[in-house]
């Protein structure tokens, strides 16, 4: 009996030797070549393998060193000799004991891989690598009984990239996402009520993102269930639960929500690229999305509320809005919120794509005009309707076309003294001197105050390539008026021209010589002036026509001189010449 356990012992121990010698002597890479002729053929590209590696014990596994897969040359390929992967490293191994146990325990690491992916009118590099195979009947997807003894414990991916550059747009579109690291933990397919760990970390625009989640997939229903899990974004969290269901028939379909609470918009705006300033954006904000619909054309829907974000020096108080989009445009439904004392609603269309579009309706009532214009106060509703283009790499101000109207009460213009402008010394040197001199000092009110009050202002507008442009604005206060039309830069610079009126009575006052006044007021007996007012909305330069008051104010003296010389003529020199020149009496 002793004999015999020596002899098994002696087959065993013959066995592991063999083994070992096996594993010491057997060099793999003799294969290499053919390995990657295999590879080459089944991906379409050129694929070069540095080392690889085999183990036996204590895991059974590969190991390959520095993986690079390129397209082929032109002209097999349109991307000819472009590098679609490269991977520092790729381990796979199992458990060698776990064998012995009737069970497959095994892992995945994939360290620094690095995809590029780029589109052109020719179409995707991802296509030109993966070719399209004729379409075969679909085949049951059920896993066999053993699949339940396989059990992955972790897949690993450490410093990965990801490059996307389309060039089917001017200027073209690059992404870099990176570094990317993936864990998943505890895989095992066959059981859909076991869910497998996932934990992401990467940067997107430089903007920190983590995820964890547990994930069930159940291979029989064609289906991933994805949540409660917990998105981090730059040390926000969002909670997220997804579904992804017919991946059975190919027909894939999307499920998911995302929610915050009190996200922190300045920490996400904070990290924006380094070469861009970021946003002057604070404030909390709750957010509920929904995605839907299929992989190609998801729909996407959602509200958010805040009590209050402030841009810059502006705020919005109770803000509440929903909106829909799909990946080519996206609609505000509504947005309505407190801001600038009053109240104000928006909705709209926003395109996405190409030189993406927009339409967007604006109405803000009863608001401190003072907030939004620092050359301003007063109070009132403004109406806009705006559409326009937001191309890539111009100005969008440029772009911007629409119409509305403004009506302000009871504020002042505090940038410019209209009534000193336009009744100018210049002006009252004219009519002085169109009254020969004898004018009375003419106390104007409001040429002596600090800028333009009025008690009402009304213009409708419409917007063109970014320059306001009216045809009727309309200034009115209890002393004055005017009337302008012209355009309203939306850099403030102004071109406007117009008229000042002095009401009837001032006028009479200011030029109390009706023959004379006649020449100079309107049908309504309001003295003019008509101006242009240039320059900016915080330093104007406001021009009064001296040249039409003087040519009126020329015509009136000439007028009345003429009257005058009519009226000498009549009353004194014809009497003398008739006094002097006696006509006899015909006797018939």
Not at 143 to 169: C, Q, Y
């Given at each position: 009996m002793k004999k015999v356990f020596i002899g098994i012992a002696v087959f065993f121990a013959v066995i592991v030797a063999g083994v070992l010698i096996f594993a010491l002597t057997f060099n793999i890479n003799k294969y290499r070549p053919d390995i990657e002729k295999k590879l080459g053929t089944e991906l379409r590209a050129d694929v070069k393998l540095e080392r690889i590696e085999l183990s036996f014990w204590p895991y059974i596994g590969v190991r390959i060193k520095n993986v690079v897969v390129k397209h082929l040359p032109a002209p097999q390929s349109p991307f000819g000799d472009m590098t679609a992967l490269t991977q520092k490293e790729l381990g796979i191994q199992v458990h060698a004991k776990s064998l012995f146990s009737g069970r497959i325990i095994g892992s995945l690491k994939l360290q620094e891989p690095s995809i590029h992916l780029v589109k052109t009118s020719k179409g995707s590099s991802l296509s030109d690598l993966l070719p399209a195979k004729k379409e075969q009947a679909a085949k049951p997807t059920e896993l066999p009984s053993w699949a339940n003894r396989i059990l992955i414990e972790t897949v690993e991916l450490s410093g990965a990239s990801f490059t996307s550059i389309d060039r089917t747009v001017s200027p073209e579109k690059v992404m870099v996402i990176q570094p990317i690291d993936v864990k998943i933990a505890d895989i095992q397919i066959a059981d859909p009520n076991r869910p497998m760990d996932v934990s992401l970390s990467t940067k997107f625009e430089n903007i920190p993102i983590s995820l964890k989640t547990p994930v069930r997939f159940d291979m029989n229903k064609g289906e991933i269930r994805v949540g409660d899990g917990t998105l981090k974004i730059a040390g926000e969290n969002l909670g997220f639960t997804s579904?992804?269901?017919?991946?059975?028939?190919?027909?894939?379909?999307?499920?998911?929500?995302?929610?915050?609470?009190?996200?922190?918009?300045?920490?996400?705006?904070?990290?924006?690229?380094?070469?861009?300033?970021?946003?002057?954006?604070?404030?909390?904000?709750?957010?509920?999305?929904?995605?839907?619909?299929?992989?190609?054309?998801?729909?996407?829907?959602?509200s958010l509320a805040s009590d209050q974000i402030k841009y810059d020096a502006y705020e919005l108080n109770q803000l509440k809005a929903s909106w829909e989009a799909t990946s080519k445009q996206a609609k505000l439904k509504q947005l309505d919120f407190k801001a600038f004392g009053g109240t104000g609603h928006t909705e709209g269309t926003v395109g996405l794509e190409g030189r993406a579009p927009y339409d967007i309706a604006v109405k803000l009532e009863l608001i401190d005009i003072s907030e939004l214009a620092k050359a301003m106060t007063g109070r009132g509703n403004v109406t806009l309707q705006l559409n326009g283009e937001r191309p890539a790499g111009e100005d969008p101000r440029k772009h911007v076309n629409g119409k509305g109207e403004a009506r302000l009460v009871d504020g002042k213009v505090e940038t410019m003294n209209l009534m000193k402008s336009a009744i100018s010394d210049e002006v009252m040197k004219v009519v002085k001197m169109a009254l020969a001199g004898r004018s009375d000092v003419v106390e104007l009110p409001g040429r002596e105050i600090q800028g333009t009050p009025f008690r009402e202002i009304f213009f409708p507008f419409t917007i063109q390539n970014g320059q306001l442009i009216t045809d009727k604005m309309e200034l009115d206060y209890q002393d004055y008026g005017a009337l302008f039309s012209g355009s309203i830069g939306l850099d403030q610079s102004l071109d406007l021209k117009g008229r000042f009126l002095l009401p009837p009575a001032i006028s009479a006052k200011l030029i109390p010589n009706e023959k004379i006044r006649s020449f100079l007021v309107d049908e309504q007996g309001k003295f003019i002036v008509p101006l242009q007012i240039a320059g900016s909305s915080m330093s104007p330069h406001?021009?009064?026509?001296?040249?039409?008051?003087?040519?009126?104010a020329s015509a009136a003296v000439k007028s009345l001189v003429k009257e005058e010389a009519q009226k000498q003529l009549q009353e004194q020199v014809i009497p003398k010449l008739q006094e002097k020149i006696k006509i006899p009496k015909l006797p018939w």
């Amino acid at each position: 009996m002793k004999k015999v356990f020596i002899g098994i012992a002696v087959f065993f121990a013959v066995i592991v030797a063999g083994v070992l010698i096996f594993a010491l002597t057997f060099n793999i890479n003799k294969y290499r070549p053919d390995i990657e002729k295999k590879l080459g053929t089944e991906l379409r590209a050129d694929v070069k393998l540095e080392r690889i590696e085999l183990s036996f014990w204590p895991y059974i596994g590969v190991r390959i060193k520095n993986v690079v897969v390129k397209h082929l040359p032109a002209p097999q390929s349109p991307f000819g000799d472009m590098t679609a992967l490269t991977q520092k490293e790729l381990g796979i191994q199992v458990h060698a004991k776990s064998l012995f146990s009737g069970r497959i325990i095994g892992s995945l690491k994939l360290q620094e891989p690095s995809i590029h992916l780029v589109k052109t009118s020719k179409g995707s590099s991802l296509s030109d690598l993966l070719p399209a195979k004729k379409e075969q009947a679909a085949k049951p997807t059920e896993l066999p009984s053993w699949a339940n003894r396989i059990l992955i414990e972790t897949v690993e991916l450490s410093g990965a990239s990801f490059t996307s550059i389309d060039r089917t747009v001017s200027p073209e579109k690059v992404m870099v996402i990176q570094p990317i690291d993936v864990k998943i933990a505890d895989i095992q397919i066959a059981d859909p009520n076991r869910p497998m760990d996932v934990s992401l970390s990467t940067k997107f625009e430089n903007i920190p993102i983590s995820l964890k989640t547990p994930v069930r997939f159940d291979m029989n229903k064609g289906e991933i269930r994805v949540g409660d899990g917990t998105l981090k974004i730059a040390g926000e969290n969002l909670g997220f639960t997804s579904v992804i269901s017919g991946l059975k028939d190919k027909n894939i379909l999307l499920d998911g929500s995302l929610t915050a609470k009190a996200l922190n918009l300045e920490n996400l705006v904070s990290l924006a690229k380094k070469e861009t300033q970021p946003l002057p954006v604070s404030g909390k904000l709750d957010l509920s999305a929904r995605i839907q619909g299929s992989l190609e054309s998801p729909r996407l829907s959602g509200s958010l509320a805040s009590d209050q974000i402030k841009y810059d020096a502006y705020e919005l108080n109770q803000l509440k809005a929903s909106w829909e989009a799909t990946s080519k445009q996206a609609k505000l439904k509504q947005l309505d919120f407190k801001a600038f004392g009053g109240t104000g609603h928006t909705e709209g269309t926003v395109g996405l794509e190409g030189r993406a579009p927009y339409d967007i309706a604006v109405k803000l009532e009863l608001i401190d005009i003072s907030e939004l214009a620092k050359a301003m106060t007063g109070r009132g509703n403004v109406t806009l309707q705006l559409n326009g283009e937001r191309p890539a790499g111009e100005d969008p101000r440029k772009h911007v076309n629409g119409k509305g109207e403004a009506r302000l009460v009871d504020g002042k213009v505090e940038t410019m003294n209209l009534m000193k402008s336009a009744i100018s010394d210049e002006v009252m040197k004219v009519v002085k001197m169109a009254l020969a001199g004898r004018s009375d000092v003419v106390e104007l009110p409001g040429r002596e105050i600090q800028g333009t009050p009025f008690r009402e202002i009304f213009f409708p507008f419409t917007i063109q390539n970014g320059q306001l442009i009216t045809d009727k604005m309309e200034l009115d206060y209890q002393d004055y008026g005017a009337l302008f039309s012209g355009s309203i830069g939306l850099d403030q610079s102004l071109d406007l021209k117009g008229r000042f009126l002095l009401p009837p009575a001032i006028s009479a006052k200011l030029i109390p010589n009706e023959k004379i006044r006649s020449f100079l007021v309107d049908e309504q007996g309001k003295f003019i002036v008509p101006l242009q007012i240039a320059g900016s909305s915080m330093s104007p330069h406001v021009a009064p026509d001296i040249g039409f008051v003087q040519d009126k104010a020329s015509a009136a003296v000439k007028s009345l001189v003429k009257e005058e010389a009519q009226k000498q003529l009549q009353e004194q020199v014809i009497p003398k010449l008739q006094e002097k020149i006696k006509i006899p009496k015909l006797p018939w």
